[in-house]
């Protein structure tokens, strides 16, 4: 029996002859390949694996979780008693349960045509480096150059005591940068991600020189003919990008249950949403925002959760209105509902919480152009480079990186620094029209203590928001 | 651990690395996390890590060795990895020793502290007595 099944089955087999009412066991097994290409020069390599068993038990109405990479039948038994020791005294007023859910027995696996395990580390290196190449070929003055390349073959095996039995392996690779383009004093930054679930054809699907080049390029152009945004009450066109971010921070976030609960009040946060705020309205009619682990290629693509509850499409905000929160097994039953298999952790080390996977706002029919051809006066922002928003959700500020004026349905100059600050409910009542063209990009989404900074994917089609305050 | 973290810098060495740092932790760490006023999960590791990192004729490698039962054919695989790799022109070297560190004495009380329930109670109790509707947070023994 291979080490994972064996450690895993032994860890539950022991920990159901102690009298607890639940127990799981979790194995992973990562490895990784990381560097950094600073100004062309490889700045370091990282490689390395983890591997390692985590046990999480309900005993008496309470939540105990011990973790080891010492991976021995003692050192097994002993977090197994580690974690029903720590339960123990726990001494909660309430009692935890978990929704139910039917055991399953899946194998699955995210196919890879070209196995990122078969691919060298140089011949990765060299792609980045010719991304690079090619960026100063354009002959910018580029004077901060920054990517990071990473991939990370994930085996997985859990089970628990109702009886599901779940192997996986998922590979997975991600490229962000940072540029910094000046000219005459000034600069213009920018960062983007993007992540992939599969092989090493990832790569050529990003197409990432080109991106690469058309946002250097589109840079350059802001530091030549960028203007002052405009200020005051006006149309916003936001790209997929935005949609993304938008997307990510104020409805994924805010409805994970866990925050809504109050669970992670210390940490990550608490929601502007109510428990009982199912049907509240938060948006137009036009605006669908889910949350999807079963898109595929995407970063957070997965099958089944780390409770073993198979993946589904989430609507959060569905016209315009709260519609499910994102619920793992201890939420779920603390609001008399199920799991819809958001819980995930991000190493065999930690618990599995409430998380997103890939959240975006759902696309209709609009092309780019029939979004901008009603626009009398506002701005076209493709993307942005800073954000920020409070611990409820509810005020955001998100700054922009590319962005143009827009005046009788055409596109104009490039304007530097629009602000977008709203709440929420003002940001998403304002969309009347929602695009076409979905993109993704990669994010890392954090949260909990220990900090748990989770592969995640963010996006959208390109929305139309109709007179917001924009300075 | 200062045995371990000898022996992966002396591998490194003999291997042909002109500089060769370890840092190996063993985490007995424990934890209660608390939040609305009660303890959501209590949390407890045993996990040993060797954090390395080599120079091979400016070729800079970073790694976490996990399995500490295998040192030397790890330490081989990622010098054999540095070998590989590109130079950094960069790479100044790391600052020249040998250095003397005072040694931690940590409280034995902490060392001792098993328990931390009590602990958690006291700072909801405190928070609430005072007129706080709500506390969250955690609790740490490292």
Not at chain 1, 15 to 42: C, D, M, P
Not at chain 2, 35 to 55: H, K, L, M
Request: with cysteine; aromatic share 8%; proline share 3%.
């Amino acid at each position: 029996m291979e080490e994972e099944t064996d450690l895993a089955n032994f860890a539950l087999d022991y920990a159901t002859t102690k009298g607890v009412s639940y127990a799981e066991a979790r194995y992973e097994h990562q490895e990784q390949e990381n560097f950094i290409l600073k100004n062309g020069v490889l700045d370091a390599l990282y490689v390395g694996q983890d591997r390692g068993v985590g046990v999480r038990v309900l005993v008496n109405g309470a939540l105990g979780f011990a973790a080891t990479n010492l991976r021995t039948k003692a050192d097994v038994r002993a977090i197994v008693d580690d974690a029903i020791k720590v339960a123990k005294a726990s001494r909660r007023k309430t009692k935890i349960t978990f929704a139910h859910e039917d055991a399953i027995e899946m194998n699955w696996s995210i196919p890879e045509q070209r196995k990122l395990a078969d691919v060298p580390v140089e011949e990765k290196i060299a792609e980045v480096q010719s991304v690079d190449r090619d960026l100063m070929a354009l002959g910018l003055k580029i004077p901060a150059r920054y990517f990071q390349f990473s991939d990370n073959r994930i085996v997985k095996y859990f089970a628990n005591s109702e009886g599901s039995r779940i192997r996986s392996y998922s590979p997975r690779l991600r490229v962000l940068y940072f540029l910094t383009v000046a000219q005459d004093g000034q600069v213009e930054q920018t960062y983007r991600n993007y992540g992939w679930s599969g092989g090493w054809e990832g790569i050529a699907a990003w197409d990432l020189g080109k991106r690469v080049i058309d946002e250097a390029r589109s840079m350059q152009r802001s530091l030549v003919e960028g203007k002052k945004s405009p200020e005051g009450k006006m149309d916003l066109v936001a790209g997929p990008q935005v949609a993304g971010i938008a997307s990510h921070e104020s409805c994924g976030h805010p409805t994970e249950a866990d925050r809504v609960l109050g669970r992670e009040a210390s940490q990550a946060g608490k929601s502007f949403i109510p428990p009982d705020g199912i049907g509240m309205r938060v948006g137009s009619e036009v605006v669908n925002v889910v949350d999807d682990p079963t898109v595929e290629h995407a970063i957070a693509y997965y099958r089944t959760d780390d409770e073993g509850v198979k993946a589904r499409r989430r609507y959060l905000y569905k016209e315009g209105r709260v519609t499910e929160f994102l619920q793992n097994r201890e939420t779920a039953a603390a609001m008399h509902t199920r799991s819809n298999g958001a819980a995930r952790a991000v190493n065999y080390n930690v618990e599995a919480i409430v998380r997103m996977a890939n959240t975006f706002v759902e696309p209709k029919d609009h092309s780019v152009e029939e979004l901008l051809e009603d626009v009398k006066f506002g701005v076209y922002m493709k993307s942005f480079m800073e954000w920020n928003i409070d611990d409820k959700r509810y005020n955001a500020k998100y700054a922009g990186r590319e962005a143009y004026l827009v005046e009788n349905g055409e596109v104009k100059h490039p304007v530097r620094n629009t602000i977008i600050e709203l709440t929420t409910p003002a940001f998403w009542s304002a969309v009347d029209a929602v695009g076409k063209d979905l993109d993704f990009e990669a994010g890392f989404c954090g949260k909990s203590d220990p900090g748990q900074a989770l592969d995640a994917s963010m996006g959208g089609p390109t929305i139309r928001l109709r007179n917001v305050y924009l300075r | 651990m200062e045995d371990v973290s000898s022996r992966i810098v002396e591998k490194a060495i003999s291997l042909g690395c002109q500089d060769a740092i370890a840092d190996v932790i063993t985490n007995r760490s424990y934890q209660i996390r608390f939040a609305q006023n009660e303890a959501v999960i209590s949390n407890r590791w045993r996990e040993s890590t060797a954090s390395v990192f080599f120079v091979y004729d400016k070729r800079v490698l970073a790694s976490d060795i996990k399995d500490l039962t295998q040192l030397d054919a790890a330490v081989e695989r990622l010098v054999k990895i540095a070998k590989a790799s590109q130079k950094n022109p960069d790479y100044a070297g790391i600052a020249k020793g040998p250095f003397r560190y005072a040694r931690v004495r940590p409280d034995p009380k902490v060392l001792s502290l098993d328990e931390g329930g009590k602990y958690v109670e006291a700072a909801i109790s405190g928070a609430t007595d005072q007129g706080a509707k709500e506390c969250a947070g955690s609790f740490w023994k490292y």
